[in-house]
């Protein structure tokens, strides 16, 4: 069974620094990595994909990609508190590559 | 682009009665939509994956006969929850990979149901 890890936190950063949230995964064949940004009571929306390890950049956020160790990771610059969301980390692993979810980190944006 | 729209957004009923919940890709063509169930500060989770004119495919615990899903055309999927029960009571939320997409999923905004 393929996990997501995720801290669920809360992880509280000021307002203008950079957010930095954390995803290890457990199927060492996945190839496809999603960052989604939930609000509460609302659906999730898709904020990067990533699939080469590296970093990718859109805008103020980054996702970076490490196979060999595991992990994929979201920075986001410039924090604002509109910011403040669940973010979840997703991969294909669920029947014809339903997306097997993190728990979700809670980031709250200080003022 | 790759907008998705779910009805009801959200649902009161009785035990016992059952519940239908369209999923439907607005400006794009779907060969895959999933239905995800979301229970309060939990992940979401993957209940079962609908593709066109075939029968879906049903993750392990998830009981085909309670949650039947139709996935007549390449816009539309539906999921209906047969004799809700208060236990049903969850977000579900539907997603959809556009044809040629590659694996990206597009979300719906998702359906409260609450089962009294």
């Known amino acids: 069974q393929k996990e997501v890890e995720q801290n669920s936190g809360p992880l509280s950063v000021p307002e203008g620094a950079i957010a930095s949230l954390n995803c290890t995964y457990s199927?060492?064949?996945?190839?496809?990595f999603f960052w989604y940004r939930q609000y509460s009571g609302k659906s999730p929306e898709l904020i990067m994909s990533?699939?080469?390890?590296g970093d990718k950049e859109d805008g103020r956020f980054t996702a970076q990609l490490n196979k060999a160790s595991q992990y994929v990771s979201l920075l986001i610059r410039d924090s604002q508190p509109s910011d403040s969301a669940t973010y979840l980390c997703?991969?294909?692993?669920?029947?014809?590559?339903?997306?097997?979810f993190g728990k979700g980190t809670h980031l709250i944006i200080q003022p | 682009g790759a907008v998705v729209s779910q009805h009801p957004s959200w649902v009161i009923c009785k035990s016992g009665t059952s519940v239908k919940i369209e999923c439907r890709s607005l400006?794009?063509?779907?060969?895959?939509m999933f239905w995800y169930r979301q229970f309060p500060k939990q992940s979401l989770m993957l209940m079962a994956t609908?593709?066109?004119?075939?029968?879906?495919?049903?993750e392990q615990g998830v009981e085909k006969d309670k949650f039947l899903i139709n996935h007549a055309s390449l816009t539309l999927s539906t999921l209906t929850v047969t004799s809700a029960h208060p236990e049903d009571s969850s977000f579900y939320i539907c997603?959809?990979?556009?044809?040629?997409?590659?694996?990206?999923?597009?979300f719906g905004p998702g359906t409260r149901l609450t089962v009294l």
């Open positions: 400006d794009f063509q779907a060969t895959t």
């Open positions: 997603s959809a990979r556009m044809v040629g997409g590659g694996d990206t999923q597009y």
């Open positions: 199927d060492r064949v996945s190839q496809s």
């Open positions: 990533i699939y080469s390890n």
């Open positions: 997703a991969s294909p692993g669920g029947g014809a590559d339903g997306l097997t």
């Open positions: 609908s593709n066109e004119g075939s029968k879906a495919t049903y």
